[in-house]
T-cell receptor
Framework: DQQVKQNSPSLSVQEGRISILNCDYT??????FLWYKKYPAEGPTFLIS?????DKNEDGRFTVFLNKSAKHLSLHIVPSQPGDSAVYFC???????????FGQGTELSVKP | DSGVTQTPKHLITATGQRVTLRCSPR?????VYWYQQSLDQGLQFLIQ???????AKGNILERFSAQQFPDLHSELNLSSLELGDSALYFC?????????????FGEGSRLTVL
């Protein structure tokens, strides 16, 4: 039962353009949604989050959008930089259960 | 550097064996989480401890067990190892009272079962 899904295993974008990473979820009880970034040989690091009562959160070049009716969230990176090349994990938190559930990840490659 | 320390970084062992992975959370963090990342898989939640008590459980196999000690470090024990247990095992910690899901991950322990 995959409650958080990232259907695109990989994404390639030109430097300076927008990167859009997508994530779908099934459980309407999630309280927070997060994006984590992971470089090879390192642990995931927190990038940005959004509460389930919001529909947008912005932090510099990173914006997360939440569409509750579609049970869909997306991460926009503008402009994309080569240093953004990493695996991005979508995650969802159900506070009552205390679990942070991750998607399978999308590998972003930003080409110079 | 997240402040979360995991040992060992790499471990190679044989099927049927037992291993222990160790995690030291960030100073002051009371919660410890264990995740498994297999090849081409996302991060699978295994178990969470809060101040020594088990708080949440994921799809952790019966052959696996964990505990959190009074000094807040945690150990994940994997026994009767199978080839499919080969994976990266991550430990993460979170600050007291944190309810938004922001975790600090260690660099992981790569387990190879031959």
């Amino acid at each position: 039962d995959q409650q958080v899904k990232q259907n695109s295993p990989s994404l390639s974008v030109q430097e300076g353009r927008i990167s859009i990473l997508n994530c779908d979820y099934t459980n309407s009880m999630f309280d927070y949604f997060l994006w984590y970034k992971k470089y090879p040989a390192e642990g995931p690091t927190f990038l940005i989050s959004i509460s389930s009562i919001k529909d947008k959160n912005e932090d510099g070049r990173f914006t997360v959008f939440l569409n509750k009716s579609a049970k869909h969230l997306s991460l926009h990176i503008v402009p994309s930089q080569p240093g953004d090349s990493a695996v991005y994990f979508c995650a969802a938190l159900y506070n009552q259960g205390g679990k942070l559930i991750f998607g399978q990840g999308t590998e972003l490659s930003v080409k110079p | 550097d997240s402040g979360v320390t995991q040992t060992p970084k790499h471990l190679i062992t044989a099927t049927g064996q037992r291993v222990t992975l160790r995690c030291s959370p960030r100073s002051g963090d009371l919660s410890v989480y264990w995740y498994q990342q297999s090849l081409d898989q996302g991060l699978q939640f295994l178990i969470q401890y809060y101040n020594g008590e088990e708080r949440a459980k994921g799809n952790i196999l019966e052959r696996f067990s964990a505990q959190q000690f009074p000094d807040l470090h945690s150990e994940l024990n994997l026994s009767s190892l199978e080839l499919g247990d080969s994976a990266l095992y991550f430990c993460a910690s979170s600050p007291r009272g944190q309810k938004t899901g922001e975790l600090f991950f260690g660099e992981g322990s790569r387990l190879t079962v031959l």
